[in-house]
Structure formats: C-alpha cells, structure tokens
C-alpha cells in the first residue's frame, strides 16, 4: 500500500495549458515537500508547506496543503516546455523520525511545444 | 552553502561482483543521510538512514549494506551485486533533527547489472 498516492501518474499536454497535479493520503503528515526530477538527476525542492490550508506561489506554481494536512496540489499556469519533469510529492509524518520522509511514485509531466 | 556529492554517476557492474558508492556532504555538521533506490514506477525507495557516525538503519533487507565512517560521508556497498540491484541510487542529507526539513539529494549513481 502506498503511503502518498500521487495522480495522474503521467500528463502530457501542450504549451499554455494550465494543470493540476494531486498528492492524496490517509495519513495526516506534518509538512509536505514538492520536488521535481529531471532524467539522470536527483530531485530538486520546489516547496515546503506545513501548516493546514497554506498556499504557497513560486512563479507560475501554486501549492497547496489540505485543510486536515492529508493531501496537497500543484497548479501550474500556462506550461512551458521547462516544466517538463518528474513531480514527487513527499511528506514528513506527524510523530516520525529522522525516516518520516515519505515519497509518493511522482507525476510524469510532459509539455509540448 | 551545502553541497553534496555523489559518484560514480554511471555504473555497469557483472553479477556477483562487488559495489561501493559513495556520498559526501560539505558545508554542514552532523547531518542526517540517506541512501535511496529509485526503479521506474517504484518511486524512491529509502535503503538505509543515519543520524551520526556509525550508526546505520536499515529500512529493507537485502544484499546491500551502508556504513559512515565519517560526519559527511555515507557509503553503500555490496559484497556480491545481483541483478535486481540495477537501479538509480540516490544519497541524500538533512538538517539533524530533520523535524520538517526537507531533503537534498545529490545526482544519483546510475547502476547497470549485466
């Protein structure tokens, strides 16, 4: 059983559109990560959110953390080509230790020119 | 600023032979390490953790072992590879105690078994 159910597990659409991505749990989590992952490289930190219903906005990014702290999203306007990756959603467990950081199987983004 | 460091990048390896990849960390004391798999449709898969020299957990049992013999230094190692320890190997370190902070990984080892 997956901890963090992450959908649609691929997308590709063309430059412009707008997207949203879900990160989905039973499980409450005390902050939540967003990376994304480019081929042949480790993830990169997007954001942190860690508190219920916190939006955060970086560029054409916005994310947001469910009100009972068990989901989030990622919204992204008007895709470009530099979108393209692996998003990964990961949340820290609420009570877990130095190993609480918890990785959904990430989003496949494709934009097309 | 933290940087880390991890090599080889590719590796192409036969069976049964033996494995050592290793995973530096400047710029920071004492931190929290990791060493991840990551397969296609797995996600990333946490091996091993350590909160300090020494000390090692292991979250699945394999062939694999880790060891940090120093503060910023964590090594994944292998005494006999088999093929389905082909993968993309990540390390990656925290601020100690993690305690809401993210992760940094470093480029990732590509390893091949034949």
Known sequence: TQLLEQSPQFLSIQEGENLTVYCNSSSVFSSLQWYRQEPGEGPVLLVTVVTG???????????????ARKDSSLHITAAQPGDTGLYLCAGVV???????????????????? | SQTIHQWPATLVQPVGSPLSLECTVEGTSNPNLYWYRQAAGRG???????????QISSEVPQNLSASRPQDRQFILSSKKLLLSDSGFYLCAWSPSPQSNQPQHFGDGTRLSIL
């Open chain 1, 53 to 67: 219903g916190e939006v955060k906005k970086l560029k054409r990014l916005t994310f947001q953390f469910g009100d």
């Open chain 1, 94 to 113: 609420s009570g877990g230790g130095a190993d609480g950081l918890t990785f959904g199987k990430g989003t496949h983004l494709i934009i097309q020119p």
């Open chain 2, 44 to 54: 990333l898969q946490l091996l091993f953790y350590s909160v300090g020299i020494g």
